[in-house]
């Protein structure tokens, strides 16, 4: 039977017993291992990158011990540099795995080991017993190596409290690619028949991570909230507080955000990011810290003048603490760093857009630049980047780049709401050609994409831009300049103004004769406190 290719990492100061006698036992049982006692002979040109071609390529076995845990949990552990740079690899591999059965990481404990010991990095992983000196738990650890698919284990030896079809749904959903349809229905069916599941919340990264692909923010909502009850509701692992930290920062967070209820966005980003910390998952903590960043950044759209200041500087300070955590994880010319510069570029837009001062604009394009250079073509957050450069074309008034740049995106119409936003500003591109009846049907079709995604915020945003050209597209009433202007000034939400006018459509439908004027200020309060 062909065997996964292995790597064991250990601290030789206190894990070389283990690690020798770990190694000596599966390489005769056919494994194929690497380790660093082999380094004299095999003697390579670099031995970080020998390291890094472990890491990356093979299944990594880990010796858990005081000082390789130390050197896990801090920067600051001096036994030496090879653990150190070990320990950095590992976080590496374990921040960029999504999935709940196939990790390419594998925990080694000395028997009676207590699992709460373990960072909260290693406890959700599947964990093995090694008895250096009577060979007890080799066999079960060899059976589950053997039968792993590359580049991890396939399934736990450890008992699971969840139902089999729960189990098997689960390592369906983990084959598929997120964006197959075949997985959002099986993100579906889990999110319904999965109440109080606690192997479920483990798996919270491929569950929302179709739903995300699909711009399913609904189903966002309801997953996050039903294992964040399972959690609350469980005698909970240290490892299940890292947990919570991600389904309040990659799910309520997220789902948040695009509901534009602002605030809570911004403390659920907070919370999340201060339990990664006291958990030391620091992935987690960056992608808290950006998300928090963002929520800031959309204050400052939203908020009158006097605020838009205050958060804007208070989103570039978290920007730099992101760009500083992802550059400490994972060097800075990761993709993650690269999405940083995305928001940077977003950034000095806002900023252009407040001071009217172009150099802000030059910075913006400069970071733009920087992003694309580090983002992955074709990806979410590329095409994201593509739609951010069309904007900047629209303040650079170079129109039809811009058109370049969005038809792209909704050619490939390969995220939803990616494509959805693309709509939305190629009908502002439109309009600064000069060009309405195009304009109007992308804000329509913006408006419809968006409603289908439960993104009403953005939904609402496209009908107001439809209602201010040519009102008759989306409603009976005839909408004035002075109605538009006295509208937006007593509503800046978007949703409000077109519940008013909705309101107001309803209510002059049911009377018989002339209509009467509407009274706006009245109208919104209606809506507003209904």
């Known amino acids: 039977m062909e065997r996964n290719g292995l790597f064991v990492s250990y601290s030789s100061s206190d894990g070389a017993a283990v690690a020798t006698a770990l190694v000596t036992s599966l390489r005769s049982r056919g494994f194929d291992v690497w380790w660093d006692g082999d380094l004299p002979h095999a003697a390579p040109l670099s031995v970080p990158s020998w390291m890094e071609e472990g890491f990356r390529d093979r299944t990594v076995l880990v010796v858990v011990s005081p000082d390789y845990l130390r050197a896990l949990e801090t920067n600051d552990f001096l036994e030496r540099k090879g653990v150190r740079y070990e320990a950095r690899l590992l976080r590496h591999k374990l921040y960029h795995h999504g999935e709940a059965y196939r990790c390419g990481v594998v925990p080694v404990v000395p028997q009676g080991f207590d699992k709460n010991l373990l960072p909260a990095v290693l406890q959700s992983l599947v964990i093995h017993t090694f008895d250096p000196d009577t060979g007890t738990g080799i066999e079960v650890l060899a059976n589950a190596l053997a039968g792993g698919a590359e580049g991890g284990v396939a399934m736990s030896v450890e008992p699971s409290t969840a139902s089999v079809s729960v189990r098997e749904m689960l390592r369906d959903l983990e084959e598929l690619d997120p964006a197959e349809p075949a997985a959002l229905a099986l993100a579906r069916r889990l999110a319904e028949s999965g109440q109080g599941d606690i192997e479920l919340a483990r798996a919270f990264d491929s569950v929302v991570g179709a739903a995300k692909a699909h711009g399913e923010v609904d189903l966002v909502r309801r997953f996050s909230e039903m294992c964040l ?302």
């Open 229 to 530: 009850r399972t959690l609350s509701a469980t005698e909970r692992l240290r490892g299940e507080g890292a947990l919570e930290a991600k389904i309040l920062v990659e799910g309520q967070a997220w789902y948040l955000l695009r509901e534009y209820r602002l605030v809570r966005a911004a403390a659920s980003a907070e919370d999340g990011t201060k339990i990664a910390e006291k958990y030391r998952d620091l992935y987690t903590a960056a992608r808290g810290t950006l998300c928090h960043a963002t929520v800031f950044l959309r204050m400052a759209a939203e908020g009158a003048d006097f605020d838009r200041d205050f958060y804007l500087r208070k989103s570039k300070l978290l920007l730099l603490q992101a760009i500083d955590r992802f550059s400490t994880i994972s060097g800075s010319a990761s993709g993650e760093v690269g999405l940083c510069a995305s928001l940077w570029a977003e950034w000095s837009l806002a900023r252009f857009h407040l001071t009217g001062d172009r150099a802000n604009l030059a910075t913006a394009m400069t970071k733009a630049r920087s992003a694309e250079a580090l983002l992955s073509p074709g990806g979410e957050w590329y095409q994201g980047l593509m739609v951010l450069r069309a904007r900047l074309c629209h303040a650079s008034r170079k129109y039809n780049e811009g058109k370049t740049y969005v038809t792209g995106v909704i050619t490939a119409g390969a995220y939803p709401e990616v494509v959805a936003r693309a709509h939305q500003v190629r009908a502002e591109l439109s309009l600064g050609s000069r060009e309405k009846a195009s304009a109007v049907r992308d804000f329509l079709l913006a408006e419809e994409k968006f409603r289908a995604l439960s993104y009403d915020h953005a939904a609402a945003a496209s009908w107001w831009s439809v209602a201010k050209l040519d009102s008759a597209r989306v409603t009976d009433v005839r909408l004035t300049a002075a109605d538009i202007d006295e509208l937006e000034d007593l509503a800046p939400d978007p949703r409000t103004r077109r519940r008013a006018v909705l309101e107001y459509e309803e209510a002059s439908a049911r009377r018989f004769g002339r209509r009467c004027p509407p009274d706006w200020r009245f109208l919104v309060d209606r809506v507003r406190y209904a």
